[in-house]
C-alpha cells in the first residue's frame, strides 16, 4: 500500500538530534503543517527547531488526495446558521488567503500545481446545492453551479469554487522543506516545563507548537473529547476518464474524484477510524462498472482528524497553556487547513494579531452534538472486556481487515500487526 505520491518522489532526509537542544519555538510534528509553520518562522528570522518521530511527510501528508480548496464540503450554509456572517466570512478568508498563499509559493515551483475549479455534489438533494450556492452569494463569493456531468455519478447538482488547486503534496514538501532546522527519527516521549524529552536528551524552549495531527498531550485541551478520526481510501487508475474539476460528494461517506496526470484519483469507503466500512472493495466494485478498461496502479488510505464542529482547532492549546500551539482537526481539508494553520501561527508565536485567529479558537464551545457521539462511543467501548488495549487511553482496539491493523475506535491510533505505532495520539507502539 504506497501512495502515488510516494511512488513518485524521493525526499530529503535530516539527521537525527543526539543530546540536549534548546531552542525558542520548538515545533513537533513533521507533515506539512509543521514544514510550513517551519518555512514561515525561518523566513522572519526567528530561532525555531522542527522534530518528526519517522522521517518528514511520512503519514498523512503522504496519503492526501491533495485537493487545495477553500469549499469544505457543504459547510458555508451552517457556518451562517451557526456563527453568523462575521464567523463564516472569517473562515472563508481565512481558507482563500491560504489557497492564494499556494499560488504564491508554488508559482515557477517543480510541484504539478494546476489550477482548478473544485466542486462539491449531492445524489439526492438539490436544495442542499441551492442553499449552499445561496450562502455563498452572501459572503461574496459567485458559485458556480453544474450537473456534474463529466463524472460517473448521477447528481442532484453541484456548487462549485473558481481558482482552486491541485498538486503533488510530496515535490511541494521536497522543495519547501530544503534548508530547514528539521530533525527526523527524534521521538518526543514526554514534556516537562519549557522541555520535551527525547529518548538522547531534552530539547529546552520558549515556545511548543504542536503539529502531530492529533494532539499527544492529553493533561490540556480535552482533545480527546474534541476529535475523533476517520478513515478515507483512494485509487489510483489508469485509462479511466478524468475531469477538469476537481469533485467530492457532500456526504462524508460518498465518491471523490480529481485527475492527476493519466491518472484518475478516485476517494471514498470511508468509515469512523476502528469501524467497518467499504474500503478499497467498495471503490473497486465501483471503478468496475463506471471504468471497465480503467487499471489500478496504487491503493492507499488517508486519515483525517474531525473536529466537532467542522472548524479546526488553530492556536493556543488550551487556556491553561499560555505558551503552547495546537494545530488540529482538519476535517478531511488538510491542504488549505495547514496553510492557514502556519500562517496563522507563525503570527501569534511572534505577537502579530491575525484577523481570523478567533473562528477557529481552540478553546471555543463544546456544546456540539458531536461531543455527546464522542462520549458514548468511547464509554461504550470501555465496557468491553479485552487484553488488547490502546496505550493512550485504554479504548479496546478493533482489526481493520481491509488494512490488517489493529485500530482504535476512540480516538484513533493504529498499531500494526507487530505493534508498531501507525497513527497517533498514542505516542508509541503496544506492549505486546
Known amino acids: ?111 504539478d500545481f494546476e489550477e482548478k475549479n473544485n466542486f462539491v455534489y449531492s445524489v439526492d438533494s438539490r436544495e442542499k446545492i441551492e442553499r449552499e450556492a445561496r450562502a455563498l452569494e452572501r459572503l461574496g463569493i459567485k458559485p458556480l453551479l453544474t450537473r456534474a456531468g463529466e463524472i460517473p455519478v448521477a447528481t442532484a447538482g453541484a456548487v462549485g469554487f473558481a481558482h482552486q488547486a491541485q498538486f503533488h503534496p510530496l515535490k511541494f514538501i521536497r522543495v519547501i522543506a530544503e534548508g530547514l532546522n528539521i530533525y527526523e527519527h527524534t521521538f518526543v516521549k514526554g514534556f516537562l ?24 498531550d492529553n493533561k490540556h485541551g480535552l482533545y480527546f473529547m474534541k476529535l475523533y478520526q476517520h478513515r478515507s481510501y483512494v485509487l489510483a487508475l489508469k485509462n479511466a476518464k478524468i475531469p477538469q474539476g476537481m469533485y467530492v460528494d457532500e456526504k462524508g461517506t460518498g465518491l471523490s474524484f480529481r485527475g492527476y496526470g493519466e491518472y484518475l484519483l478516485l476517494g471514498g469507503g470511508g468509515h469512523r477510524t476502528g469501524k467497518g466500512g467499504g474500503a478499497w472493495q467498495e471503490l473497486r466494485a465501483f471503478a468496475g462498472k463506471a471504468y471497465p478498461q480503467a487499471r489500478e496502479v496504487a491503493h492507499w488510505a488517508a486519515q483525517d482528524c474531525m473536529s466537532l464542529d467542522g472548524i479546526p482547532y488553530i492556536g493556543k492549546y488550551s487556556q491553561n497553556t499560555a505558551d503552547c500551539y495546537v494545530a488540529t482537526g482538519f476535517n478531511k481539508w488538510g491542504m488549505s487547513s495547514a496553510m492557514t494553520a502556519a500562517m496563522l501561527l507563525a503570527d501569534m508565536v511572534t505577537g502579530k494579531k491575525n484577523p481570523y485567529a478567533q473562528v477557529f479558537d481552540p478553546s471555543r464551545s463544546m456544546l456540539h452534538a458531536q461531543l455527546l457521539v464522542n462520549g458514548v462511543e468511547t464509554l461504550a467501548n470501555f465496557l468491553i ?38 497513527d497517533n495520539p498514542a505516542n508509541g507502539g503496544l506492549p505486546y
Request: charged share 25%; aromatic share 8%; hydrophobic share 40%.
Open 1 to 111: 500500500m504506497e501512495s502515488i505520491w510516494r511512488k513518485t518522489v524521493e525526499l530529503p532526509h535530516f539527521a537525527e538530534l543526539k543530546g540536549n537542544a534548546k531552542t525558542d519555538v520548538l515545533i513537533v510534528g513533521g507533515g506539512i503543517a509543521g514544514i510550513l509553520c517551519a518555512h514561515f518562522l525561518q523566513e522572519r528570522g526567528v530561532d525555531y527547531m522542527l522534530v518528526e518521530r519517522d522521517t518528514i511527510a511520512s503519514s498523512v501528508t503522504g496519503n492526501t488526495t491533495a485537493k487545495i480548496t477553500a469549499q469544505h464540503g457543504l459547510i458555508y450554509h451552517k457556518l451562517l446558521k451557526n456563527m453568523g456572517q462575521e464567523r463564516a466570512k472569517q473562515y472563508l478568508d481565512a481558507n482563500q488567503a491560504a489557497v492564494r498563499k499556494y499560488f504564491s509559493l508554488c508559482g515557477g515551483m517543480d510541484c
Open 193 to 216: 516545563k519549557n522541555a520535551a524529552v527525547t529518548k538522547n536528551g531534552r530539547i529546552a524552549f520558549k515556545r511548543l507548537i504542536f503539529s502531530t495531527h492529533f494532539p499527544i
Open 385 to 422: 472486556p479485552s487484553k488488547r488495549r490502546c496505550p493512550h487511553l485504554g479504548c479496546v482496539l478493533k482489526w481493520n481487515k481491509a488494512e490488517h491493523s489493529w485500530d482504535c475506535p476512540c480516538h484513533g491510533s493504529r498499531f500494526a500487526e507487530d505493534g508498531r505505532l501507525l
